[in-house]
């Protein structure tokens, strides 16, 4: 997935040869292929879809080459597809673009810019080392997985998975880096082979695990809001933010188990103890200094938008006619996008040194954040809403359906979460949700079985792409430090992609009753 991040240009150049030719390869193809996939649908539509339906096919088929193979950005083929759309005459330019306006879009934004405030303020990073320099963590290699991976997984929970691992990246070099040093020092028979086990067990656990705590929240990873905006859109089915969580994190933390000992297994080094860590871990802790007036304004806002996330689902647990009422009015003038936005305005107001008028975080900061997944959740949107509404999804659905002969609920959601993984190896997460949650939902209802599982497994599944560096930004990122072979990370993902979808399998089927 790759989701749009400031590594992507790094990274390519980081490709080996063979592979950056193929990379060029795959961006000429898919320049030109689109373009001719749009204009054969265009001279030959397919037969039984409406006129509308028909030139949405050849929009759709233009789209998604583009965004597998990236000839030009992914959000500017977002928003290049509606304005197409409303060329061709399939609907109205002020029904397609109110999609870029939709509430959950704010969600975006302000979580965006909280998540970009941490960063600023180096708020992530403390919270990183003083996780990793308890006593009980520092010199045990077992322990340094475990609490290195779940670190990760709690910040993508609210940060994006490509700003954490940027993050910790330095943190995990410079632990291999005090291992390799000892190792040389003790001159063992097995030295370079522990310091590789090392060096590649925990730059997948961070990856990884990134990955995975980002479907903790909806704010995690943007497949959630696709996936959440979808359901709500198509199937009326409001989730909300404790909801999401409630069903979510007992996943979350059986594939980070997972993940764990698989990790364990194949990459534990033959030593259990790394000599000096805690010094170095205490060394970087000191260099951060002490608590600035930023940091703790940023975690006040932060704070302030997690209380008022989790609120209504506390409200929901209280006895009472009137408490009922008032969490229903709550969540009427309190959506999860507009306290995303009142959290996010507080990092404006909140004075780091009042006198000299300087306040948490400054709009230039602030229009860092990624207003490509941005633009991208919007057009998705606007094609998947007219999918479903010139019936281009449900004609979809019944081909599929009496192509594989799949009827039942559990069998239509194990083949969403498949096509989900599978399609997320090759492109975008969110891009992924965009193509696979639609198509999922039309299955579902061409089958006549609820639709909820299915999407919800489609979403899910299109934050799993781990076999290759180009699936996901965070493996891009640990594939460029060096310490990662390529055949290690597709034999390790490859296997954790098959236990992830047993899990999202499990999830959804025993859980998903819990959103309704």
Request: charged residues 10%; proline residues 6%; aromatic residues 8%.
């Amino acid at each position: 997935m790759i989701d749009s991040h400031p590594l992507d240009t790094h990274h390519e150049a980081m490709l080996t040869p063979g592979e950056q030719r193929f990379e060029h390869i795959r961006k000429q193809v898919g320049l030109w292929l689109g373009p001719v996939l749009f204009i054969l649908l265009m001279l030959f539509p397919i037969p039984g879809l409406t006129p509308e339906a028909a030139k949405l096919a050849a929009v759709l088929a233009l789209t998604l080459t583009w965004w597998m193979c990236e000839p030009v950005p992914i959000p500017i083929t977002a928003i290049l597809a509606p304005a197409l759309c409303v060329i061709l005459g399939i609907a109205g330019a002020k029904e397609l673009f109110a999609s870029f306006g939709d509430p959950i879009v704010f969600l975006f934004i302000g979580g965006f810019i909280l998540a970009e405030a941490m960063m600023v303020h180096g708020l992530d990073r403390r919270i990183a080392l003083g996780l990793l320099g308890i006593d009980w963590v520092a010199n045990s290699v077992p322990r340094v997985f475990l609490v290195f991976g779940a670190i990760a997984a709690f910040l993508s929970m609210w940060l994006s998975n490509t700003a954490t691992t940027a993050m910790m990246a330095p943190i995990a070099l410079g632990i291999v880096g005090e291992m390799g040093e000892m190792l040389a020092r003790q001159k063992t028979p097995t030295s370079q082979l522990d310091h590789t086990r090392l060096a590649t067990g925990l730059m997948l656990i961070l990856a990884y695990g990134a990955s995975i705590g980002g479907l903790g929240t909806p704010i995690g990873t943007p497949p959630n809001l696709i996936g959440i905006g979808l359901i709500r859109d198509q199937l009326a089915v409001d989730i909300t933010f404790v909801n999401w969580m409630m069903f979510a994190l007992p996943a979350v933390v059986v594939m980070f188990l997972a993940l764990y000992f698989i990790i364990l297994l194949m990459y534990r080094p033959t030593i259990s103890k790394i000599e000096g860590l805690a010094e170095y871990l205490e060394d970087r802790k000191q260099n951060l200094g002490p608590w600035t007036r930023g940091q703790i304004n940023t975690l006040v806002a932060f704070f302030t938008a997690v209380v008022l996330w989790v609120l209504p689902g506390v409200l929901a647990l209280l006895p009472g006619e009137a408490v009922g009422a008032y969490a229903d009015r709550y969540d009427k003038i309190m959506p999860e996008g507009v306290v995303a936005v009142v959290a996010a305005g507080l990092l404006f107001l909140l004075p780091i040194n009042i006198r000299n008028n300087e306040f948490t975080l400054t709009w230039k900061q602030a229009v860092r954040i990624d207003w490509g997944t941005i633009l991208l959740f919007g057009g998705g949107i606007a094609l998947g809403k007219l999918a479903f509404s010139t019936g281009l999804a449900e004609h979809v659905g019944q081909g599929i359906l009496q192509g594989t002969n799949v009827s039942s609920l559990g069998m239509i959601t194990l083949l969403a979460i498949i096509f989900g993984i599978f399609i997320s190896e090759t492109t975008s997460n969110t891009a992924s949700a965009t193509m696979v949650i639609p198509v999922a939902i039309s299955v579902a209802q061409a089958a006549k079985v609820d639709a909820l599982a299915p999407a919800l497994g489609a979403c899910m599944g299109a934050s799993f792409g781990f076999m290759l560096p180009v699936s996901t930004p965070p493996n891009a990122i640990v594939y460029g430090t060096g310490y990662v072979p390529i055949t290690r990370m597709v034999k390790t993902g490859l296997i954790f992609d098959i236990l992830g979808a047993g899990v999202i399998w499990v999830t959804v089927m025993t859980l998903s009753g819990i959103l309704r």
